[in-house]
């Protein structure tokens, strides 16, 4: 029962098919670390919608903000994400999972970089 109740909320199957489109979107530009990144980014925000479908408003709206943030963020030409833009969604991504208790969702390592830099922000949360 507690599944039907979690889809039964509006906004959960929107915000999932909205990060789903826009991974399908980002396949066609990124590739290697980068597609990996959005993908790992994309599988987190995809449990956080779901696990906090019956949360609180305040929950729900930290977890819808992280969505959009991935989902809107653009900073490049040529192609729908820069590393960088990329980075910062998952900042904001690890930010919402860790204030939200969920430390098993913080994604690891940036392309680029080590794994440090995503730990640093799950250890400062």
Same mark, same amino acid.
């Given at each position: ?11 959960? &199957?929107?915000?999932?098919?909205? %990060? &789903?489109?826009? !991974? /399908? ?26 696990? /906090? ?5 305040? &929950?729900r ?12 963020? @653009?900073?490049?030409? $040529? ?5 960088r ?5 998952? @900042? ?13 969702? !913080? %994604? ?5 970089? $080590? ?5 640093? !922000?799950?250890a400062?949360?």
């Amino acid at each position: 029962m507690a599944v039907e109740e979690r889809s039964s909320r509006p906004g959960t &199957d929107i915000l999932i098919r909205k %990060v &789903d489109s826009h !991974v /399908t979107a980002l396949r066609a530009g990124l590739h290697g670390p980068e597609l990996e990144l959005a993908e790992r980014l994309a599988s987190c925000l995809r449990e956080l919608v779901v696990s /906090t479908a019956q949360a609180s408003a305040a &929950d729900r709206a930290q977890v819808r903000a992280a969505v959009h943030y991935f989902v809107l963020r @653009r900073e490049s030409r $040529g192609r729908l994400l820069s590393v960088r833009s990329l980075a910062a969604a998952q @900042r904001l991504v690890n930010r919402a999972a860790s204030q939200l208790g969920r430390p098993d969702l !913080v %994604v690891e390592g940036r392309p680029g970089r $080590g794994d440090s830099a995503a730990t640093d !922000v799950a250890a400062h949360n």
